[in-house]
């Protein structure tokens, strides 16, 4: 673990949302307030805040510990990352990163895998894992080849013929450093304008599914301030050869599409039912970029599952998931 703590300001958690377009309420410093029940007493830091600070911190590790030659020879072009977020972290709380020694396994592909930890002094915020590998760890069998262009399909609409949500997006270079920045980053590390490089990271265009789930409820007429929803876990594969591709002003096509809820699909230790999302960004030519599953559950549903164990076995400390989001 870190010996010396990291801080999240609210204006990190400012610029974070402006880059993303995230208007959840959980993260405005005046409107967390109209949230129906909200217990964490303030806004609270992004998840994919947290996945992009982590993602960072391996990029230092991989060449700290001379790992990209291990990657590149493998051709693991796959990044993945398994979050579970386990409690909120507001700003002005220090916290601390902590990367376990990396393992490397070949049984069923090749993988180049860390857990990951955040912490406060009192409490874990997530918990993790981040890999390597030659094929994507989550969704690896959804293909689109047969879509129709998407170009011409009207914005913030589902697709003739399947069930995904589209969310047409631009890339903007100036966002992408924003985000970068926001989430304890230093930006010229991916960005040079004298020396004509950009390089984007992984998570910022997986960080724009999040918005687009939002759009998604607000057509539906989602009323984020009576029904709030929170993040259980993020799932993310990037592809990092497309990554490498990317450039300002491109078009990504963000497709939502939203699972059933079921009683065989519930967090830990519960009957809450999770609210389960596959996400995608394409590329032109329908390149996936990124393949990305989100678990969401109700606020109220966590708080009355707490209310009930405090009941039946006394004072329990609540374990709430640390970002926030929309149906």
Not at 70 to 85: A, D, H, K, V
Not at 185 to 203: G, I, K, M, R, W
């Amino acid at each position: 673990m870190t010996n010396e703590p990291f801080t999240f300001e609210q204006i990190h958690i400012e610029v974070a949302r402006n880059a993303s377009d995230d208007f959840n309420l959980f993260h405005d410093k005046h409107k967390w307030l109209q949230i129906n029940h909200n217990p964490f007493k303030g806004p609270i830091v992004l998840g994919f805040q947290l996945n992009t600070f982590i993602e960072y911190q391996m990029r230092l590790y991989r060449e700290a510990h001379h790992e990209n030659q291990i990657i590149l020879e493998n051709n693991l072009r796959f990044s993945n990352y398994q979050i579970t977020f386990i409690n909120p972290l507001k700003p002005a709380t220090a916290f601390f990163f902590e990367i376990k020694k990396t393992l490397i396994k070949t049984i069923p592909q090749l993988t180049l895998g860390n857990r990951v930890t955040i912490k406060t002094k009192k409490e874990t915020i997530l918990l993790g894992f981040k890999k390597e590998t030659q094929n994507p760890l989550f969704l690896p069998d959804i293909q689109f080849k047969q879509l129709p262009n998407l170009h011409a399909i009207p914005d913030k609409t589902i697709i003739p013929g399947t069930d995904y949500f589209l969310k047409r997006k631009f890339l903007n270079n100036g966002n992408v450093k924003n985000f970068l920045s926001g989430s304890l980053v230093e930006q010229s590390d991916y960005f040079d304008e004298l020396a004509h490089t950009a390089n984007y990271p992984e998570v910022f265009p997986c960080s724009l599914a999040s918005g687009a789930l939002l759009e998604k409820a607000q057509q539906e007429n989602h009323d984020f301030k009576r029904n709030p929803m929170v993040y259980t876990s993020h799932e993310l594969s990037i592809d990092r050869h497309h990554l490498s591709r990317l450039k300002n002003d491109d078009k990504l096509y963000i497709l939502v599409k939203q699972h059933p809820e079921s009683p065989t699909n519930t967090l830990n230790q519960t009957n809450i039912q999770v609210r389960t999302y596959d996400c995608f960004g394409l590329l032109h030519n329908h390149d996936v970029l990124f393949r990305v599953r989100m678990n969401l559950v109700p606020l109220e549903e966590i708080l009355k599952n707490l209310d009930n164990k405090k009941i039946n076995s006394g004072n329990i400390r609540p374990s709430i998931t640390g970002k926030a989001a929309s149906r």
